[in-house]
């Protein structure tokens, strides 16, 4: 059977879905044919925008820069954990990742398959389900120092609240009148701070698409191998990526 090359990358277009927060995205023409001679274009987009890998620098400033990280960690023999069925905001705990890892060694990049990537451009995409910290500690002892994600992040992604400001003024009102010692939570990251402060450092992808063929690839025996390399962004905690799967 022919090698098939599958894409995995979200397209990049102007007011895509971002982490929240993050910068929004804005594609227009910086020059023309018709006034220039060719066409440019100009972005205007995050690190962390679209399909993308995260370097160990996203969560601490001693950790590594995208630049500083070999080629290798970003292509490799890949394993998929079928992780699909799993509820909205559902913890990833080691033992629904065991099938997957007891297959997993060095150079392995682990892919999560929730099915979250039908989601995408909703609301729904932000309730992922997430890896425990124990999940990505038991990810590191396997050897595995590639994890992509087809969500927005391996780690649990707060609720922004509802859209319309008088709605979100309100509830502000009613927590300061009502919990006035609570402090607003913040994600901890904290499987980030595992994966990517592994020893030698390690990287995640997230945003990936649809990884079903990927799954019927390894169910049917053919080897499945992942390129996920980023633009060389200096001194950077991310960037994005042409994601792309061949099955053998």
Do not use: K
């Not at 020059?31 to 060719?38: Q, S």
């Not at 962390?48 to 601490?60: E, F, I, L, M």
């Not at 390894?218 to 996920?228: D, I, K, N, Y």
Request: hydrophobic fraction near 50%; proline fraction near 8%; aromatic fraction near 4%.
């Amino acid at each position: 059977m022919a090698a098939t090359l599958v894409d995995l990358t979200h397209q990049v277009t102007t007011a895509m879905p971002v982490y929240p927060g993050d910068p929004s995205v804005l594609l227009e023409p910086a020059l023309t044919t018709a006034t220039a001679g060719v066409n440019v274009l100009a972005l205007h987009l995050g690190s962390q925008s679209g399909t993308h890998v995260d370097a160990p620098y996203h969560v601490d400033v001693t950790w590594p820069t995208l630049d500083g990280l070999p080629l290798e960690l970003f292509t490799g023999p890949a394993v998929v954990a079928d992780l699909r069925g799993l509820a909205p905001r559902a913890a990833v705990t080691p033992d629904l990742l065991a099938p997957a890892l007891e297959r997993c060694g060095a150079g392995h990049v682990l892919l999560l398959a929730t099915g979250w990537a039908r989601h995408w451009g909703t609301d729904a995409y932000l309730a992922h389900p997430s890896l425990t910290p124990a999940a990505a500690e038991a990810i590191v002892a396997a050897g595995v120092r590639t994890v992509g994600v087809d969500a927005l992040s391996v780690d649990p992604t707060a609720d922004p609240g509802p859209g319309d400001p008088a709605v979100a003024a309100l509830l502000a009102d009613l927590t300061d009148e009502h919990d006035q010692g609570a402090a607003a939570e913040e994600p901890t990251l904290a499987a980030h701070r595992v994966l990517l402060g592994a020893s030698g450092g390690g990287v995640i992808a997230e945003n990936l698409t649809d990884l079903r063929l990927l799954l019927e690839a390894q169910e049917a025996g053919r080897p499945v191998e992942v390129s996920l390399f980023p633009l060389r962004l200096v001194a950077a905690d991310g960037a994005p990526v042409r994601a792309v799967a061949r099955l053998g």
